[in-house]
């Protein structure tokens, strides 16, 4: 499989989890139940306690309960709202959720220690984007905090560290940034990982009969030769004029472990070498070997660290707090009173 751009980077949480923040349609200014923050109200924590410790990061009750709802909240996609569910012999839903949840706070203490181990901060303009998110919501803010159970604090944390990830991400990968590998080293990184970065043109022939598929063959073997007789062959690809139904893809960095037919008349070409018409099951292709691309060596590099950052983390659970917390008994509690909060505020609508 070709892959338009190789970003092996791990999917960030925090956008995808604050979509659970996205309801502001229902939002109204007036004053809801208790004061705590359902969260605690559900676990019967302050929130603050120390549920576990990322190499030395603290995670609080209150970090790893929002996520502990995110994912459970997810389950019910599936259709599994019962966290006694057996998924399978011994292994409960309430225990896919608290692995999960567990996941995604070390994913975000990992972030935050990174951050700090290399002296990476929030500027002047990065808390001006948190604020400027927070005024968005205007006098519904402190509301939207009580729907998805967290005080003003934690959804510091969880923009924050988002925002700590761009920095540490344009740090190692950006061009002139002070994380980033040397040149050399990316590409020693990209021959050992058999990285490739192409310019190629394609036509699929699924729908095509045998004229159709010869007509194809002999334009994209017109596409090689224009290409192949230029001087500059970067400059005659990016000039080139190509029909409606040829795909462009410039730039693109694939890796020569995946065995594909494509990929291996990549590695079969020299930099700055055009190829013949390349065929498979799926197409016509035409591809011309480019220097790789050391930015997407770099992402690719950014990616592994991260996930070394994750596997090799010490993890320790402070049991006076995590020995308290029942994954199954708490979401019960958290989304029975989540559900009766959107009840109050459907019926000021009405």
């Known amino acids: 499989m070709k892959k338009e751009t190789f970003r092996l980077i791990i999917r960030f949480l925090v956008g995808t989890a604050l979509s659970l923040m996205l309801c502001a349609g ?9 004061n705590k923050p359902l969260i605690q109200q559900a676990s019967g924590l302050k929130g603050t306690e120390t549920v576990m410790t990322v190499d030395g990061e603290p995670v609080s009750a209150e970090e790893y309960l929002y996520m502990v709802s995110y994912s459970a909240q997810t389950m019910s996609y599936y259709g599994i709202t019962d966290l006694s569910m057996e998924l399978g012999e011994g292994y409960t839903a309430a225990d896919y959720v608290a692995n999960q949840a567990e996941s995604q706070v070390v994913q975000q203490a990992v972030i935050r220690k990174w951050a700090k181990d290399v002296g990476v901060t929030l500027t002047e303009e990065d808390q001006a984007v948190l604020q400027a998110q927070k005024d968005a919501y205007g006098d519904d803010f402190q509301t939207l905090l009580k729907i998805n159970g967290i005080s003003e604090a934690q959804y510091d944390q969880l923009i924050g560290t988002s925002l700590l990830y761009d920095r540490l991400y344009s740090a190692y990968c950006g061009e ?14 990209a021959e050992n990982h058999g990285l490739m970065t192409a310019d190629v043109l394609f036509i699929s022939t699924a729908e095509l009969d045998d004229d159709g598929k010869a007509d194809a063959k002999a334009l994209m073997e017109d596409y090689a030769r224009q290409i192949g007789a230029a001087e500059d062959r970067a400059a005659a ?10 795909t462009v893809t410039t730039s693109a960095t694939y890796d020569s472990c995946e065995e594909t037919v494509l990929n291996a008349a990549l590695a079969a070409l020299a930099e700055n070498e055009i190829s013949g018409v390349i065929e498979d099951e799926s197409g016509y292709y035409v591809a011309l070997r480019r220097a790789t691309d050391l930015s997407a060596v770099a992402e690719m590099a950014f990616g592994e660290d991260m996930s070394a950052r994750m596997a090799n983390a010490q993890v320790e659970h402070n049991d006076a707090v995590y020995s308290k917390i029942n994954v199954a008994a708490y979401y019960t509690k958290f989304s029975a009173a989540q559900q009766k909060m959107y009840a109050q505020l459907q019926q000021t609508q009405e």
Not at 176 to 189: F, I, K, Q, V, Y
Request: proline share 3%; aromatic share 4%; charged share 20%.
């Open 26 to 34: 229902m939002i109204m200014t007036e004053k809801l139940g208790s």
């Open 176 to 189: 002139g940034g002070n994380l980033r590998p040397s040149d050399s080293d990316l590409t020693a990184m």
């Open 237 to 246: 690809f990016a000039a080139l004029e190509t029909g409606e139904n040829v």
